[in-house]
């Protein structure tokens, strides 16, 4: 039987593993192409076997997001290959290191890379593919996260600079029936989430949710999937969060 997204083409940057990968299984279960994009290769191949197992197609591509050049020239091979994009997921990020700590003593090339991986990057992306968006009256979703509504890291600042681009390309892409959503994950069972967090936090953190169970990167992508079907089609201009209903904000420190 057809999935929902047969014949549909769906471009997931940050692909390469963890929500990303998620994200291009759970489209691929429901028949879509997938355009899969990384800054490291390692672990695409591993992506496109999965999404083609569980029953879609699939390319790939390295971009470095935090790289204009990048962005454009792969933003030019995608427009070559398909006409029309039905949806665009901004997946990819930073989140270790430095960026989840206090935000003071970065210095100015830090905090350049960190906006231009996790704010710009995504927007230029959005807006150099804006021909095939528009042509399918396609979507955009943008990964933001809880850290971003009471930021206290330069991971959620980024984050809650990327809710306000949220809402400024909803508006500006309405122009072509494009819409735009972000989409807030809480603290969800990924390798990248788990090696951030320590154990103790991890714990408090948890059980601070009003559903008790851990939220897995599946959650995330199925929210992905609805807002990108027939049914999630009336959703616009919206940062969503999916956190369990998780009482603490901003908890990256």
């Given at each position: 039987m057809a999935g929902k997204f047969s014949g549909k083409t769906v471009l997931v940057t940050g692909s390469a593993g963890g929500l990303g990968r998620a994200y291009a299984e759970a489209f691929a279960r429901e028949g879509a192409h997938l355009v899969l994009a990384?800054?490291?290769?390692?672990g695409l191949d591993e992506s496109k076997a999965l999404v083609e197992r569980a029953g879609g197609s699939?390319?790939?591509h390295r971009v470095d997001l935090g790289v204009e050049e990048?962005?454009?020239?792969?933003?030019?091979?995608?427009?070559?290959?398909h006409d029309s994009l039905d949806v665009l997921i901004n997946n990819a990020g930073m989140h270790a290191g430095e960026i989840q700590r206090g935000f003071f003593g970065l210095g100015m090339a830090k905090w350049q890379q960190f906006f231009a991986v996790n704010t710009l990057g995504p927007v230029l992306l959005a807006e150099a593919l804006r021909p095939a968006l528009a042509k399918a009256k396609g979507l955009i979703i943008n990964k933001s996260s809880?850290?971003?509504?009471?930021?206290a890291t330069a991971y959620g600042i980024t984050k809650a600079a990327l809710n306000v681009f949220t809402n400024a390309m909803a508006m500006q892409f309405g122009a072509d029936e494009i819409r735009c959503v972000g989409i807030a994950p809480g603290l969800m069972q990924t390798e990248a989430a788990r090696g951030g967090v320590a154990?103790?936090?991890?714990?408090?953190?948890k059980g601070m949710q009003s559903v008790r169970r851990q939220g897995t990167a599946e959650d995330i992508a199925n929210l992905g999937v609805f807002l990108a079907s027939d049914e999630g089609?009336?959703?616009n201009n919206q940062t969503i969060l999916c956190d369990g209903g998780n009482q603490m904000r901003g908890f990256r420190f």
């Amino acid at each position: 039987m057809a999935g929902k997204f047969s014949g549909k083409t769906v471009l997931v940057t940050g692909s390469a593993g963890g929500l990303g990968r998620a994200y291009a299984e759970a489209f691929a279960r429901e028949g879509a192409h997938l355009v899969l994009a990384d800054l490291k290769l390692d672990g695409l191949d591993e992506s496109k076997a999965l999404v083609e197992r569980a029953g879609g197609s699939a390319s790939v591509h390295r971009v470095d997001l935090g790289v204009e050049e990048d962005i454009l020239a792969f933003a030019a091979v995608v427009l070559a290959l398909h006409d029309s994009l039905d949806v665009l997921i901004n997946n990819a990020g930073m989140h270790a290191g430095e960026i989840q700590r206090g935000f003071f003593g970065l210095g100015m090339a830090k905090w350049q890379q960190f906006f231009a991986v996790n704010t710009l990057g995504p927007v230029l992306l959005a807006e150099a593919l804006r021909p095939a968006l528009a042509k399918a009256k396609g979507l955009i979703i943008n990964k933001s996260s809880m850290a971003s509504y009471t930021p206290a890291t330069a991971y959620g600042i980024t984050k809650a600079a990327l809710n306000v681009f949220t809402n400024a390309m909803a508006m500006q892409f309405g122009a072509d029936e494009i819409r735009c959503v972000g989409i807030a994950p809480g603290l969800m069972q990924t390798e990248a989430a788990r090696g951030g967090v320590a154990d103790d936090t991890w714990e408090r953190l948890k059980g601070m949710q009003s559903v008790r169970r851990q939220g897995t990167a599946e959650d995330i992508a199925n929210l992905g999937v609805f807002l990108a079907s027939d049914e999630g089609s009336f959703v616009n201009n919206q940062t969503i969060l999916c956190d369990g209903g998780n009482q603490m904000r901003g908890f990256r420190f």
